[in-house]
């Protein structure tokens, strides 16, 4: 390709709002344009990276037994409805209507309209294991897209599902699809790894996360020698050892905390470091339903395995209304001490505290002095935090590390939560009929340029993996018009090319 033919327009000054690496790069290097707030045009320069990529993934899925086909991205209302999803999506779900005012969604994700298709073409176990995939631009109304290709309301996507006819087919299918995405990013000359994860809004029984290390990520990772690693959400926590302490349990004592509301505030004014303190905060989850959860006054509350504890899928903090209806106090002034212990839950941390400090229930008071079994007795203590430093491995008891990481890949074991929910099923050996096991996978092929990027560039610019760069070779000649700097310069160019280079000129 000759440079004075090609589409390719950089810039010198940088984009005001390209926040991060990527963002900042790719709009400079003349590889996307922004047309509105999270929506981009992949101009030829960025589009050569991105073919690059998904026909790496091609023939990796192909490989592993995939079957490429093409869903719609306009999905009716109805479909979401058999699974549940419609309302449970929440708003991110990008909604429409047509004409007649039937309504639609553009799809984030392709679980129903998959599940379907197959309920309707397969009908015997003879005829199973699949695993069908596609190329896609997906959608999702991001509260604040961000980060450019990073967080975009629209984004290329590859997504898989797979239909076994029983746990250990489906098992092994996952495996196979595991070890599959592990060659795509290797051949992508990433460096990642794969980390447990929660499901979410897919659903299913367990997920792997695949995360491109990068300094500049948005998730954490923890991780441990032994080979264990997790996403923050995912992380899990024992017990741990209760602090050794010589100190003996004290009556409980009411002090004035006047316009104190916060841990680091009272903390100061009675001198206690944070460790001594319960966090008592107040979430709301279900139909306005009400509940108190306590961690140690340093660590915070993992929402994730809140939500799971309670199995809903949303929480939120309570508004100051709704905390003074339960506490009967303002915000800020929370404690367990005297409610109900059936509305209280507790983290580990909280178990082993001796003689802690929490709101008591009045305006501009706080309990000193609370010891568990004593003076409260929550309904469950259970692992409901985020690790910080110093955590040990809950298979190993070596210490955690924190490192952080861009995700570019999530495999799913969903088992039958869509099939049964969309009666999808299949005749047995014995001529029964049985809910498909599944198993979805997805990889952000935009995002996984974009975290390219992040994990390799430098004061100069963007340094890619050979494998996915744009152009192997730049000719660059000097005094071009001259014919035989002209001559020399084209035969590089020509036998560059002739030898399978991709060159520009």
Not at 23 to 41: D, F, V, W
Not at 264 to 290: D, Q
């Amino acid at each position: 390709m000759r440079l004075s033919e090609y589409f390719l327009t950089t810039l010198k000054e940088v984009p005001k709002d390209a926040d991060i690496v990527s963002h900042r790069l790719m709009i400079r290097a003349g590889m996307i344009r922004k047309l509105a707030s999270g929506i981009y045009e992949f101009l030829p320069f960025g589009l050569r990276v991105l073919r690059k990529v998904e026909n790496i993934i091609r023939e990796e899925m192909d490989k592993a037994g995939g079957q490429e086909l093409y869903l719609p991205a306009l999905l009716p209302k109805e479909l979401w409805e058999e699974s549940g999803r419609w309302d449970l999506y929440g708003q991110e779900l990008m909604r429409l209507k047509d004409r007649n005012n039937r309504e639609f969604c553009l799809g984030p994700t392709h679980e129903e309209v998959i599940t379907d298709l197959v309920r309707k073409e397969v009908r015997s176990y003879r005829e199973l294991p699949k695993i069908l995939y596609q190329f896609q631009m997906k959608f999702r109304d991001e509260i604040r897209p961000r980060f450019g290709v990073m967080r975009a309301r629209e984004f290329f996507m590859k997504d898989a599902y797979s239909f076994d006819a029983d746990e250990k087919g489906a098992e092994k299918t996952y495996q196979k699809v595991f070890n599959c995405y592990n060659e795509i990013f290797k051949r992508c000359g990433l460096k990642f790894r794969a980390v447990e994860a929660e499901t979410g809004a897919i659903g299913g029984s367990f997920s792997h996360e695949f995360m491109v290390v990068a300094d500049t990520g948005e998730e954490s990772i923890v991780s441990c020698e032994c080979g264990y690693a997790a996403n923050i959400e995912k992380a899990e926590l024992g017990k741990g050892e209760r602090e050794k302490t010589t100190e003996k349990e004290k009556p409980m004592e009411e002090v004035e905390t006047p316009d104190m509301k916060t841990v680091e505030e009272v903390g100061r004014f009675l001198r206690e470091p944070e460790k001594k303190f319960i966090k008592s905060l107040i979430y709301e989850y279900g139909e306005s339903r009400l509940v108190m959860v306590l961690v140690r006054g340093d660590y915070g509350i993992n929402e994730a395995k809140l939500k799971k504890y309670l199995g809903v899928n949303e929480v939120v903090l309570a508004g100051e209304d709704k905390i003074k209806e339960f506490t009967g106090a303002p915000l800020g002034f929370a404690g367990p001490v005297g409610l109900k212990d059936a509305d209280i839950i507790a983290d580990y941390s909280v178990e082993g505290l001796v003689n802690g400090i929490s709101g008591a229930n009045k305006k501009d008071c706080h309990m000193k002095n609370i010891n568990p079994g004593r003076d409260y007795k929550p309904a469950a203590v259970l692992d409901l935090r985020n690790p910080a430093e110093g955590d040990v491995c809950i298979k190993c008891g070596r210490k955690l590390s924190f490192s952080r990481g861009i995700e570019v890949g999530h495999t799913f074991k969903l088992g039958t939560k869509y099939s049964k929910a969309l009666k999808a099923d299949f005749l047995d050996s014995d001529g029964k009929e049985k809910p498909f096991i599944m198993g979805c996978y997805g990889i952000g092929v935009s995002r996984v340029v974009a975290a390219a990027i992040e994990q390799g560039n430098d004061e100069k610019g963007i340094i890619w993996p050979v494998a996915i760069a744009p152009f192997h070779v730049m000719v660059v000649p000097v005094k071009y018009d001259d014919s035989r700097i002209r001559e020399v310069s084209d035969k590089i160019y020509s036998d560059l090319s002739e030898a399978g280079y991709e060159v520009l000129i």
